[in-house]
């Protein structure tokens, strides 16, 4: 069996060695219509992605309705809105699920989701989702970690915010829970998040700090970042995806639009197969070029046992002669026959 730590979601294997698994981000970006909510999972499918995600809460499972101070978005993009006003448009409302979830399964895409409480699980757990992904506001809820690994399905733990010990603590509380099937995701919780806070040698240290499959949530505005933690070991990308920026919804701004998480796929597949193995041998795309590598040629015309001087041989392309390191071995040997100025220093023609 392979040592590489590896998850799998409705039968797709999540690991370092494989492409890596891009998970579309729907998020509030339905802005409350359902028909908005089909298409983003259409062009996600489209776009190429690996799965949809979606958040399952009302403003009632997340938070209180009250408007006290510590009740109060200020700054950033939500300013000036209760968190209760917030999650009450933000939100999916829960009958649409089922619809969502049967639109995502018969376009061949999977769709999971964020539960933020017991009783979004279970909503899930009657539609059968495949895998379940904790929010990182959510990461020191360790009951509800619990709650979710008490499933078996696959778990993904966003750990932005966290500091090393509620990573541990999380990790911990949902293999107690009975979860076999765990990763992690290095995540900043700005949104947007500027790239410099992304520090990502930190998903190299996680993978070897947890041993668990590692990804990325990305709240940066481009693909460069998710694209770079390839290279790291990330093996799942995660990111907010609208069908348009102009949007005014609570998650629109930075949020991927259809072309650019379709060169996000592209990309992260071609970043992760760049990575190959540790190979110092030719090439194949090289093979061809063989013949443009330096070589020995002389550049006089020689007689027939003439004794070979500096200034008759040169180290040139191509690259059919004697290679330049024998430049020193060439120099005082005699030629067997006449040869002529601009051709090749080989073997056979030195005495």
């Not at 999650?87 to 639109?103: C, V």
Request: proline share 5%.
């Amino acid at each position: 069996m392979s040592s590489i730590p590896f998850i799998n979601i409705a039968g797709r294997r999540i690991a370092s060695d494989t492409t890596p698994f891009i998970i579309a981000e729907l998020s509030a970006n339905h802005n409350g219509k359902l028909e908005t909510a089909f298409n983003i999972i259409g062009e996600a499918k489209k776009a190429g992605a690996d799965a949809v995600k979606l958040q399952t809460y009302t403003p009632d499972t997340i938070t209180l309705d009250c408007d006290s101070k510590e009740f109060q978005i200020h700054g950033g993009l939500w300013d000036g809105k209760t968190l209760y006003q917030l999650y009450q448009e933000a939100h999916m409302p829960w009958d649409w699920h089922k619809p969502l979830f049967a639109y995502a399964r018969k376009l061949g895409i999977t769709i999971f989701s964020s539960p933020f409480d017991s009783s979004a699980v279970d909503l899930l757990e009657d539609l059968n989702v495949p895998a379940y992904k904790i929010a990182s506001f959510e990461a020191v809820d360790l009951p509800l970690i619990k709650y979710v690994a008490s499933t078996g399905k696959p778990m993904i733990i966003s750990t932005g915010m966290a500091d090393i010990e509620e990573i541990e603590e999380a990790v911990a509380s949902a293999r107690e829970g009975g979860c076999r099937q765990l990763a992690i995701l290095h995540c900043v919780s700005g949104y947007p998040a500027p790239a410099d806070d992304y520090n990502l040698r930190t998903v190299s240290d996680m993978i070897d700090r947890f041993g668990l499959v590692t990804g990325l949530s990305d709240h940066t505005l481009d693909n460069t970042t998710a694209i770079a933690s390839v290279a790291l070991g990330a093996s799942i990308i995660e990111k907010h995806f609208t069908l348009d920026r102009r949007n005014d919804g609570p998650d629109d701004s930075f949020s991927l639009e259809p072309a650019e998480l379709a060169a996000l796929c592209r990309d992260s597949k071609t970043a992760w197969s760049a990575l190959g193995a540790i190979n110092y041998g030719r090439k194949s795309s090289e093979q061809g070029n063989i013949q443009f590598r330096r070589s020995l040629y002389f550049v006089q015309d020689l007689a027939p046992g003439e004794v070979i001087t500096r200034k008759m041989i040169r180290s040139v392309r191509p690259g059919y002669g004697l290679p330049p390191k024998f430049i020193d071995e060439v120099i005082g040997k005699k030629v067997r026959y006449a040869v002529s100025m601009n051709t090749p220093v080989t073997e056979e023609v030195l005495k």
